[in-house]
């Protein structure tokens, strides 16, 4: 039997691990897997907006090349497309979108002298390797034997990026944007107060 050939996007082959930070109040200045410190990388990313609208934006993420990993920052990434876009074409944004890899240095720099069309950039575009998503404990005291898998997770509270705000009021259609969750509070032990002794 002969094996199919795995088809994928892009020519190139995948490179990094990819993240698009969702909370703006955390900037990741180490890296969420080794814990060391964080690099930066300037990378043209390739994203794909609906419904047909795939540009590349070259943007320093942190890099952390232990872990291979790129992280980018979701609310400068929507400032930057809603900035480009408000010149290129207003009507896409606020439309959902997908960081979907990176480009070649050099075929970026000849789309910015010469607009390509959609098959002349996938024929310069790594896809990534693996993309995940990162969710933040917040701090506070906690019982020594909980299960780890019962923490409290801090969601992502929703953006206010321009992204959003010049999308109108059509985008806050239910389960576009998460709403922030509440979590109980922890209950401490209460100290036992020592008697002092009679006289």
Same mark, same amino acid.
């Given at each position: /039997? ?8 892009? $020519? ?16 990741? !200045? ?6 060391? #410190? /964080?690099? =930066? ?11 047909? $609208? ?5 943007? !320093? ?12 920052? =979701?609310?400068?990434? %929507? ?22 890899? !990176?480009?070649?240095? =050099?075929?970026?720099?000849?789309? /910015? ?16 390797? %693996?993309?995940? !998503?990162?969710?933040? =404990? +917040? ?10 898998? $019962?923490? +409290? ?25 998460? #709403? +922030? ?19």
């Amino acid at each position: /039997m002969t094996k199919r050939k795995e088809r994928r996007l892009g $020519k190139l082959p995948p490179q990094y691990t990819f993240i698009l930070n969702p909370y703006a109040e955390y900037r990741f !200045t180490r890296c969420p897997g080794c814990e060391r #410190k /964080m690099r =930066q990388r300037k990378l043209p990313l390739f994203i794909h907006i609906d419904p047909m $609208k795939p540009v590349a934006l070259n943007y !320093t993420c942190r890099y952390c090349p232990d872990c291979d990993l790129l992280i980018a920052h =979701q609310d400068e990434i %929507e400032e930057l497309l809603a900035a480009l876009f408000a010149e290129l074409d207003p009507s896409v944004i606020g439309n959902d979108y997908l960081v979907m890899g !990176t480009m070649e240095h =050099q075929a970026w720099r000849e789309s /910015m002298k010469r607009p390509m069309g959609i098959p002349e950039m996938l024929e310069h575009l790594h896809i990534f390797k %693996e993309v995940r !998503t990162v969710r933040v =404990q +917040p701090g506070g005291w906690y019982p020594a034997d909980m299960d780890p898998s $019962k923490l +409290p997770i801090q969601e992502p509270a929703p953006l206010n990026t321009s992204w959003r705000k010049l999308a109108g009021p059509s985008d806050n259609r239910p389960g576009r944007f998460p #709403k +922030p969750a509440r979590f109980p509070k922890l209950k401490r032990k209460p100290r036992k107060r020592r008697r002092k002794g009679k006289e």
